[in-house]
T-cell receptor, first 116, second 112 residues
Framework: AAGVIQSPRHLIKEKRETATLKCYPIPRHDTVYWYQQGPGQDPQFLISFYEKMQSDKGSIPDRFSAQQFSDYHSELNMSSLELGDSALYFC???????????????FGPGTRLTVL | KQEVTQIPAALSVPEGENLVLNCSFTDSAIYNLQWFRQDPGKGLTSLLLIQSSQREQTSGRLNASLDKSSGRSTLYIAASQPGDSATYLCAVSSNTGNQFYFGTGTSLTVIP
């Protein structure tokens, strides 16, 4: 079965550079979530989208932005990168409550971002 | 803000033992609760999902229970195996279903 795809899997950037992470949800899933997981920490919710509209916002810094496109893929844009942004970034997708599911999340393999 | 706590933070058991992992949350207004497994440096694998109206779910050697009113969930693993070694995370969703809060995780080691 198709899973959530994230690209790139690894990314190395310098401080103050920008980075774009991509997420391709499971086909037919209409909701996408982004999480940040620092070393030894639990995943922190950043932002979610439902049907291409932002639905919830968590602890996403102002330097980050995200959007969901017409084909339901999502991109997380990160600017003015800082050393503390080094983390695993996960994307998850689900079929929303209105889609008749229980909103079970399925996670991608993550993008490991290293800021030097 | 929803706070999710998992106890114990780490657990080491000999192979074959049954074990219980605990998850507690402060706001009972949730839509569902999901248990995940995470191997080091890897993504999260969904184990079980319990809707807020349910009391428990079972999958193979795993059984998860939910007591929404007291803000607790447990994950029971029967006949543990070395391959069960991983970090186990619980996550609760807001009652809109669009935001999830993760627990601090329990790192499990099953000794052969």
């Amino acid at each position: 079965a198709a899973g959530v795809i994230q690209s790139p899997r690894h990314l190395i950037k310098e401080k103050r550079e920008t980075a774009t992470l991509k997420c391709y949800p499971i086909p037919r899933h209409d909701t996408v979530y982004w999480y940040q997981q620092g070393p030894g920490q639990d995943p922190q919710f950043l932002i979610s989208f439902y049907e291409k509209m932002q639905s919830d916002k968590g602890s996403i810094p102002d330097r980050f932005s995200a959007q969901q496109f017409s084909d339901y893929h999502s991109e997380l844009n990160m600017s003015s990168l800082e050393l503390g942004d080094s983390a695993l970034y996960f994307c998850a997708s689900s079929l929303s409550l209105t889609g008749g599911s229980y909103n079970e999340q399925f996670f991608g393999p993550g993008t490991r971002l290293t800021v030097l | 803000k929803q706070e999710v706590t998992q106890i114990p933070a780490a657990l080491s058991v000999p192979e074959g033992e049954n074990l219980v992992l605990n998850c507690s949350f402060t706001d009972s207004a949730i839509y569902n609760l999901q248990w995940f497994r995470q191997d080091p440096g890897k993504g999260l694998t969904s184990l079980l999902l319990i809707q807020s109206s349910q009391r428990e779910q079972t999958s193979g050697r795993l059984n998860a229970s939910l007591d929404k009113s007291s803000g607790r969930s447990t994950l029971y693993i029967a006949a543990s195996q070395p391959g069960d070694s991983a970090t186990y995370l619980c996550a609760v969703s807001s009652n809109t279903g669009n935001q999830f809060y993760f627990g601090t995780g329990t790192s499990l080691t099953v000794i052969p």
